[in-house]
């Protein structure tokens, strides 16, 4: 999943964790802004219900600024595992969006939702955010998802993400970087995910790339 300041360094990163700048949409490069859009969603609301295993107390309460919003268009499945997948991949963009309002690359949060590569691809994200005192504001849509439970017991995820309505914000100076919408403001990714011991299906890896034709509007 990224969005990033224009002052910020451009890195794509092939193997991260997704999360997101709210203003970038994610855990890849340099971010492209959001600003608020009617009806979309803001709350905290989980776009299905977590595994049965795990109660919603063993999960951390994830709470951002009204100015960061997202719109997951993934589908229910209407399938119990699958739906709880796409539960946890959506925590886990959120939980990246708030360690970056928070400025703490060691947030509990996204680290509930992601280990390996995709943990370590996310601090590293959200360390960029620290350096330049900066966190992402407006809206950042999620779509054309496509999941499959592999034999293994891991579920392959790869989704869109539409970060032409997403910007950073300076912390210092409150300025929101409104960048252009181009054929970058679209990303692809592709993340592998396995069910913990807790019942969490926690991202493992996750590679992106921007300007991916699949997501062109």
Same mark, same amino acid.
């Given at each position: 999943m990224?969005r990033?300041?224009?002052a910020?360094?451009a ?5 991260v ?6 203003a970038c949409?994610g ?8 600003? @608020?859009?009617?009806g979309?969603?803001?709350? &905290?609301?989980?776009?299905a219900s ?7 107390? #063993? ?7 009204? #100015?960061?919003?997202? #719109? ?14 796409? &539960? #946890?991949a959506e925590q ?6 708030m ?15 992601s280990?390996g ?11 960029d ?7 992402t ?5 999620y779509y ?7 034999d ?5 995820l ?9 910007? &950073?914000?300076?912390? @210092?100076?409150? @300025?929101v970087?409104v960048?252009?919408v181009t054929?970058?403001?679209?990303v ?7 069910? &913990? ?8 890896t ?11 509007p």
């Amino acid at each position: 999943m990224y969005r990033r300041p224009t002052a910020l360094t451009a890195i794509i990163l092939t193997t991260v964790a997704a999360l997101t700048l709210s203003a970038c949409g994610g855990d890849d490069d340099i971010p492209e802004g959001k600003d @608020k859009i009617a009806g979309a969603e803001t709350g &905290n609301e989980p776009s299905a219900s977590p595994s049965k295993s795990v109660q919603a107390t #063993d999960r951390p309460k994830i709470e951002l600024s009204t #100015d960061v919003a997202y #719109d997951f268009q993934w589908k229910k499945t209407g399938d119990q595992e699958k739906d709880a997948v796409l &539960n #946890d991949a959506e925590q886990r963009i959120r939980a990246v969006d708030m360690a970056i309002a928070e400025q703490d690359a060691l947030h509990e949060a996204y680290r509930f939702y992601s280990e390996g590569s995709a943990a370590a691809g996310s601090q590293s994200y959200i360390q960029d955010f620290i350096d330049h005192r900066a966190r992402t504001t407006g809206l950042t849509r999620y779509y054309n998802e496509s999941l499959t439970i592999r034999d293994d017991g891991t579920a392959a995820l790869v989704y869109c993400e539409d970060q032409s309505k997403a910007y &950073n914000k300076f912390l @210092k100076t409150g @300025k929101v970087d409104v960048t252009p919408v181009t054929k970058n403001s679209y990303v692809v990714y592709a993340g592998t995910l396995r069910k &913990n011991k807790n019942g969490v299906w926690v991202t493992e890896t996750l590679t992106s790339q921007r300007g991916s034709e699949k997501c062109q509007p």
